[in-house]
């Protein structure tokens, strides 16, 4: 082995990478060879393959130059037609013989042997080893036909003369001109749609049909009516489109057989033309077929990709995207790999939806698909996943792949992604905006548990309403319901607002208030122009800015709303000092002011005798009752700010020192030391000082370190929490860390219960330290 080893001549010292690309010129007596790679190319019928047939552009010019020729020929064809002298006799030799000038016949001869030598040149190139296959091809047998007879007469002078069906040259030009069409998208490297070739072909076949009987009738008929091509073009397209009139027809029985076999001729090649044509524009109404360029440039379009469309998940994207004024001038366009079911197909036929959505059947995996979409010029594009799906794993799967792909097609489209499961979020960092299903219904879930009815207020926030349900029904509350529905989210900033303007330098609380006390609005949240983040509720110490952006909830936004005079509403006014019944209350503005303001009509139990009226308070009883809301300062001082952090920590000075003690013990603030998936939001919240052991976790049975079997014997202080599910997902840690924040008092903390249908899972154990 070392003497093996020691054979190896040792690389120089200053040897470098570039060296052995580029070849050290130091080494002059190396025993280095040249290898050459394709020599198989190199051999003479490879080269002419590769000329003729491989290269896209140079077989395109053969193609060309082909499809030149046979047009020529039909040209020079009809050139000695009509050159003939129609004086002649009927005698039968004119089928045969015919007067040919000699340049005529020396163009003819030059174009039969340039013809038949590309023939055998390309018969020759794509020989696979079975000659009868060359031979017997229509293509092949026409040629023969229509340039040997030329070829003979150079030989032969007295054959110069004899009649050749050159017009049948019109099939092979409609040959060549269909495999033009084909190395011209291998050339462009752009493929029209089969559509476009069948029609193409159509075309070409019902011309060289009408060509073929015109020629051939007119050379019948040398011995009857001596007709000229315009007549029997005038028959043809008399015969062929009606049933003919009789006043230009055949004498010769050969003709009239020659026109019965061209109309059952065209009975069989036609039907099959149409029925390919038919096939081919069903399947493009299935698959939708292209959206064009013109319309991707002029238009503004944006794509939804689903894997399976279904109508309440088309329906609900349809009124939301559209609920917007902004957008009723954008087309949507679907790119799905199903075919359309019966609801989907029947909603699209909709004039309000037919107009402005466009179904593709077709992957966003594959670039031609994505191309015909017109992906690199939509404005948007939206990636949804199944709601239904058994298996959420494989389909957050397919829709990550959607996602690179669209990413990778369309780099500076926008990109909206629907995800189901939290840990698969990180797969999809790249995209503008993600929502996870999961994730955000564990949350909402979790504020339901704190504040209840919180999903159905974020639900009706989010979500288009006009206000207009319910109310042709005869309970009051679902009128109520369905008119606060309409309220939703709105931004403006405050230096053009008329709601707003006014509280540029007061805090948060005082805007907030007094703009509902004014207007009816409730300001939720306000973001700083340099600053990306929204600040919801951020309190007194909060001072507005003329800069700010607003978030507030309202019926309608700002500027679609009008504003009545001071002695306008006075009128009005008069009557609102009784309310007659629940119909009176401003609902709206109820529901709009939730959590922020607090109602002054708490004394309910006052009825007059005439009926169920809820009357105002008098000045009298304003003096006795405890006020119900704290004093609402324009800036926030130092004592009113103590007093709100007295407040907000009321809870937690209620404790008993013995409490305080065992709750000490117990908990302790920080972050979770694990996170159940990459990407998750660390939370400062409650722990435990010690993890649990997994034994410990199960609530029906006794381990080592306990022998309860019940929620009953652990004796609960707080009520439980019970979470039914399936599977312990990653998803659990968004219900679970918000319910243990560090905010909520520790003797609010309720313990949390697990209903599980399959075991549970040892990853989720990573967040035990909040049990």
Not at 514 to 524: D, S, Y
Request: include cysteine; hydrophobic fraction near 40%.
């Amino acid at each position: 082995m070392v003497d093996l080893e020691s054979e190896v001549p040792p690389l120089p010292p200053r040897y470098r990478f570039r060296d052995l690309l580029l070849g050290d010129q130091g080494w002059q007596n190396d025993d280095r060879v040249q290898v050459e790679f394709y020599m198989n190319e190199n051999t003479f019928k490879e080269r002419l393959k590769l000329f003729f047939i491989k290269n896209q552009r140079s077989s395109l010019r053969i193609r060309l130059f082909n499809f030149s020729l046979k047009l020529l020929s039909c040209l020079l064809y009809i050139i000695r037609v009509l050159l003939e002298n129609p004086s002649q006799g009927n005698e039968w030799s004119h089928i045969f013989w015919v007067n040919r000038s000699l340049p005529l016949w020396g163009l003819q001869v030059s174009v039969a042997l340039i013809s038949l030598f590309e023939t055998i040149l390309l018969g020759y190139l794509s020989y696979k080893g079975n000659i009868w296959e060359q031979i017997l091809r229509i293509p092949f047998i026409l040629e023969i036909i229509n340039a040997v007879p030329f070829i003979i007469s150079i030989f032969w002078p007295s054959l110069r003369n004899l009649f050749v069906p050159v017009f049948l040259n019109c099939w092979l030009a409609k040959h060549a001109l269909e495999n033009m069409i084909n190395d011209l998208h291998r050339a462009i490297q752009r493929t029209q749609s089969a559509m476009f070739n069948q029609v193409l072909i159509l075309i070409s076949t019902l011309l060289c049909l009408i060509f073929t009987c015109i020629c051939g009738i007119q050379h019948l008929e040398r011995i009857g009516k001596k007709l000229n091509l315009f007549d029997s073009l005038y028959f043809c397209i008399v015969t062929f489109s009606t049933v003919g009139f009789g006043d230009v027809t055949p004498e010769t029985w050969s003709s009239k057989l020659f026109v019965v076999a061209m109309i059952c001729v065209a009975l069989v090649v036609l039907p099959i033309q149409f029925e390919q044509l038919a096939y081919l524009w069903m399947e493009r109404q299935k698959s939708g077929g292209n959206y064009s360029r013109h319309r991707a440039q002029t238009e503004k379009h944006v794509v939804l990709c689903v894997s399976s469309l279904k109508i309440d998940l088309l329906m609900d994207f349809l009124n939301e995207f559209y609920a917007h004024p902004r957008l009723q001038d954008y087309y949507v366009v679907i790119l799905c790999p199903t075919e359309m079911d019966v609801q989907v197909r029947r909603v699209l036929q909709i004039p309000m939806w037919s107009q402005r959505v466009i179904y593709l059947q077709g992957s966003a995996l594959k670039d031609q698909d994505l191309l015909r979409a017109k992906m690199d010029d939509a404005e948007a594009c939206f990636i949804l996943s199944s709601r239904c799906e058994v298996d959420r794993t494989s389909s957050d799967h397919q829709t990550i792949l959607r996602a690179w792909a669209v990413k990778d097609f369309a780099p500076n489209c926008p990109l909206y992604v629907q995800i189901l499961k939290p840990e698969n979020k990180f797969h999809i960092k790249f995209a503008d905006h993600v929502v996870c299903e999961e994730e955000f219904k564990y949350a909402m879930l979790a504020l339901n548990c704190i504040c209840p009815a919180t999903s159905t207020l974020i639900t009706l926030l989010v979500h288009t309403s006009r206000g207009q349900e319910g109310q042709q029904s005869p309970e009051q509350w679902q009128k109520m319901y369905g008119r606060c529905s309409g309220n939703e989210v709105y931004h403006i900033v405050l230096e053009e607002s008329t709601f707003f303007a006014e509280y540029e330098g007061k805090s948060f609380t005082y805007a907030s208030f007094h703009a509902h006390k004014k207007f009816g609005v409730c300001l939720i949240g306000v973001r700083r122009e340099d600053n990306k983040n929204i600040l919801l509720n951020p309190g007194p110490r909060y001072i507005m800015n003329s800069t700010d952006i607003c978030f507030y909830i309202n019926i309608t936004k700002e500027e679609n709303s009008a504003f009545k005079n001071q002695d306008q509403q006075r009128k009005s006014n008069v009557s609102r000092s009784f309310y007659h019944g629940p119909s009176r209350l401003p609902v709206h503005s109820i529901i709009a002011s939730m959590g922020t303001v607090a109602i002054d009509l708490q004394d309910t139990s006052c009825r007059s005798a005439s009926g169920p009226t809820l009357s105002l308070p008098t000045e009298g009883s304003k003096e006795i009752r405890r006020p119900s809301i704290a004093p609402v300062l324009e800036v926030a001082d130092t004592s009113s700010i103590q007093t709100c952090d007295l407040l907000s920590d009321q809870s937690e000075d209620e404790t008993t020192p013995d409490e305080e003690m065992s709750s000490n013990l117990e908990y302790a603030k920080g972050y979770p030391p694990y996170s159940p998936y990459i990407g998750s939001s660390p939370t400062f919240c409650h722990l435990l000082h010690e993890k649990v052991p997994f034994c410990c976790l199960r609530l029906d049975k006794s381990c080592q370190h306990n022998y309860y079997e019940d929620a009953k014997a652990y004796g609960f202080k707080n009520k439980l929490i019970i979470v039914a599910a399936e599977t312990a997902g990653n998803g659990l840690y968004n219900f679970i860390v918000p319910l243990r924040a560090y905010y909520r008092p520790k003797k609010e903390l309720n313990p949390i219960v697990l209903l599980l249908d399959n075991p549970f899972s040892h990853k989720i154990s990573a967040t035990d330290h909040c049990s």
